[in-house]
């Protein structure tokens, strides 16, 4: 049986494949990536896709827990001045209430209360980088203004929307409440309540006073109700951010899983294939140049 | 008498050493000749036919009648060259259909979340991620304007990857003219070797170097495209896989190429008949099979799904109203006809976007609709990102296939070449060995010759 006397083909088939497997393994552990192309591992390749839109969300809805935490935080604190001021003003119509102040007394008690009125106004309208935050979504202009065709002697100018911010795959958070449920509810009008106080306290009627005073106190249960929609929307949040956190580690260990490769494992897979390919360089160093010729003594 | 028999003796011996002469240089020749071809590509070893002459019978006496050379003949396997070439073709077809699909991989890499890349996985993340952002701050500029923005990296992933395709497809039409004339060009050349052979074999000799010639032609013409070889008393004919002529005998048949109506070039043959959609294997099989299958079907996946989410954004866009208070217009504008190449941002002015759901500029309530676009349900069944995963596993697959079966042939080529090169290769050893056989016969014939020239000799001073 006659063998292939060309060896050369063969050798250098042999020897490109070994050097392909040296530059896969190399650039394996270059880019600590075993894929780089669709064609390594199509199926790997397409769940990508889901996992690069996915991570990407999730690092914008961490983005978003922390904008409308603060955001939150900020409402909630108005309110918690706002509870504060009424408490005040709640105590303020009791001491107006108890018929021995003198009238000149009750003048004064009304300004600190008209003084309480104006702070709480200011908190209606506090602002968190340039939106209003009470003013439903109508939140470029400031919710409340002086009117003198109100009873209150202030008008709502905002409306009665909410708005949601997406924190997660379906899941997105309330953020607001609309300063007419907060502050002028038709059951429990907080600024309707203290101007009725300072007429009340002006008016001098211990009646009037008594029953302006209890308005109050129903308006600061009501605030204080509603300041619990805030500080549930932050515990939400809260809880929110770990879940997110989590979510993030688990698709990082997902793209590892995917496309990574393993350190250890890339290292003995480069020095087998560099082991590879010096075998077969010296293999055919050796085999090639060897002929017939090399022991043949040339004749005399 | 005694004399005449020795006389004749010495003139029959005088004739065998030169014969012998003759024969041993003969076979040095084509010693040497099989040397010098040893690294010539197709040249097939060449073994001198030596025969002993018939022997001549006086009375009881039984003589020799010396040596002589019939023929060189060329040492060949035509089963083996017949399956390297069908193989030749397939593993031709698959190189082409894998180096395209590595070209256009490219416009499809695997997405790593840290890539900040130009592709559509990449934009499809940052335009999402740009409305979350717009959802937790509708009335911010900046994320209003990273939504246009990235709204137009969206749109230019899309013309990216539709004019990758669309390059290597015309590449891979280009690549059907040329590889035609280069077939046109192999036909003629076979043709006129068939015709040199056919003379050959009608003479009764060896086809030598011209059939080294035509099956190294042939072989070439296997990398051009899928054929099929019978054999006729004209000699070989050559046709296509699906039998379209290109050689029959000393006559070739050029095929030509036309502008078909579809704008790509369409193979006709010799008499006019469109043979493209027929023709496989090759170089030009392959490029035909990615030009007017692969190709076409990635860019339709890509169209359907820029149109599908398209009308699906701007349907979102109308559902709420844009900073002036005006119902959204359509954010995405794309062409009736490739939608993938031609999609296009609309609206420029940040304000335009419809973030609103109850038409006052603070409200967000549209962005759930408008993120919805994206991870909603296309006509398809599927989300645009599924959508687009297909896609990638898709043209990952057809990649990874192609170049598994090139390296798959290109095992079998090896091992058949192995055998090939068994049968027809020239090894360096053998000629060596044969180059001391034949010297040493030489020496000895003519040590015959100068023997009976000394015999002579002594009978001419016997004589005198």
Do not use: C
Request: overall charge negative; hydrophobic content about 35%; charged content about 10%.
């Amino acid at each position: 049986m006659r063998v292939n006397p060309n060896m050369v083909p063969d050798i250098l088939a042999d020897m490109q494949q070994s050097q392909s497997a040296v530059n896969t393994a190399l650039q394996q552990v270059a880019t600590g990536k075993s894929v780089t192309v669709p064609s390594d591992n199509p199926a790997a390749s397409a769940e990508m896709v889901q996992n690069t839109i996915e991570t990407a969300n999730v690092d914008q809805y961490t983005k978003n827990v922390t904008g409308v935490l603060s955001m939150v935080q900020t409402a909630d604190s108005a309110l918690g001045s706002v509870v504060t001021s009424l408490t005040k003003a709640v105590s303020l119509g009791t001491e107006g209430a108890n018929g021995t102040t003198s009238a000149s007394d009750l003048q004064s008690i009304a300004e600190e209360v008209q003084g309480i009125l104006e702070s709480v106004v200011s908190q209606a309208n506090t602002s968190y980088q340039g939106s209003y935050l009470f003013g439903g979504t109508e939140n470029s202009s400031a919710p409340y203004t002086a009117s003198s065709s109100s009873s209150s002697g202030y008008t709502y100018n905002g409306n009665d929307n909410v708005n949601s911010v997406a924190v997660g795959d379906d899941m997105s958070i309330q953020v607001n409440l609309p300063g007419s449920q907060i502050f002028s509810s038709s059951g429990s009008d907080v600024l309707g309540s203290l101007s009725s106080l300072v007429s009340a306290l002006q008016s001098g009627s211990t009646t009037d006073i008594e029953s302006a005073t209890a308005a109050v106190s129903t308006a600061l249960n009501f605030v204080s109700q509603q300041q619990v929609f805030y500080s549930n929307t932050e515990s939400q949040l809260d809880s929110q951010e770990t879940n997110l956190q989590q979510e993030t580690v688990n698709l990082t260990s997902q793209q590892n899983s995917l496309v990574g490769v393993d350190e250890a494992q890339a290292a003995t897979e480069l020095s087998q294939a560099e082991t590879a390919n010096s075998a077969a360089e010296a293999a055919a160093a050796k085999v090639l140049p060897n002929t017939l010729l090399n022991y043949l003594v040339p004749s005399q | 008498m005694p004399d005449l028999i020795a006389m004749g003796g010495l003139n029959t011996s005088l004739l065998i050493g030169l014969e012998a002469l003759n024969v041993s240089q003969s076979a040095l020749d084509a010693t040497s000749n099989n040397i010098a071809n040893s690294d010539t590509a197709g040249y097939t070893r060449e073994v001198p036919q030596i025969t002993e002459n018939p022997e001549t019978v006086s009375g009881n006496t039984v003589t020799g009648g010396g040596v002589s050379l019939n023929d060189l003949e060329s040492v060949r396997d035509e089963l083996l060259n017949l399956q390297i070439q069908q193989q030749t073709s397939a593993q031709s077809s698959a190189d082409t259909e894998s180096s395209a699909l590595d070209q256009i991989q490219t416009y499809f890499p695997t997405s790593s979340s840290s890539s900040s890349g130009n592709d559509i996985a990449s934009a499809l993340s940052n335009f999402s991620s740009s409305l979350t952002q717009l959802s937790a701050s509708p009335s911010s500029t900046t994320a209003q304007e990273g939504v246009i923005s990235s709204g137009q990296d969206l749109a230019k992933a899309f013309n990216t990857a539709a004019n990758g395709l669309t390059t290597v497809q015309s590449g891979m039409n280009t690549k059907v003219t040329q590889t035609v004339a280069q077939i046109n060009s192999l036909t003629q050349q076979i043709a006129k070797l068939n015709g040199q052979l056919s003379q050959l074999t009608a003479a009764g000799q060896d086809g030598g170097t011209v059939e080294d010639q035509l099956d190294e032609d042939v072989q070439q013409l296997s990398k051009l495209t899928g054929i099929s070889i019978t054999q006729s008393s004209d000699g070989e004919v050559i046709t296509t896989g699906n039998g379209t002529a290109l050689v029959m005998g000393n006559k070739s048949y050029s095929l030509q190429t036309t502008t078909g109506s579809d704008g790509t070039q369409h193979v006709l043959d010799s008499n006019g008949n469109d043979i493209t959609s027929t023709l496989q294997g090759g170089q030009l099989g392959g490029a035909i099979q990615i030009r007017d299958q692969v190709i076409p079907g990635y860019l339709t996946s890509l169209n359907t799904l820029a149109s599908d989410f398209a009308s699906a954004f701007n349907a979102a866009q109308a559902e709420g109203y844009d900073s002036n208070g005006n119902v959204g217009e359509d954010f995405f504008s794309v062409p009736s006809s490739g939608a993938a190449v031609g999609i296009t941002v609309s609206i420029t002015d940040p304000s335009e976007i419809a973030i609103s759901s109850d038409g006052s500029a603070g409200s967000n309530g549209n962005v759930a609709n408008l993120s919805a676009a994206l991870t909603n349900e296309l006509s398809s069944g599927e989300t645009p990102s599924q959508t687009y995963s297909d896609l990638v596993y898709q043209v990952g697959d057809d990649a990874s296939n192609a170049s598994t079966q090139s390296t798959a042939i290109g095992q079998n080529i090896t091992r058949l070449t192995d055998q090939q090169s068994a049968v027809s290769g020239v090894s360096i050893d053998e000629e060596t060995t044969n180059l001391i056989r034949y010297q040493t016969a030489y020496e000895a014939a003519a040590r015959i010759v100068s023997t009976i020239q000394q015999l002579g000799q002594v009978t001419i001073n016997m004589v005198s």
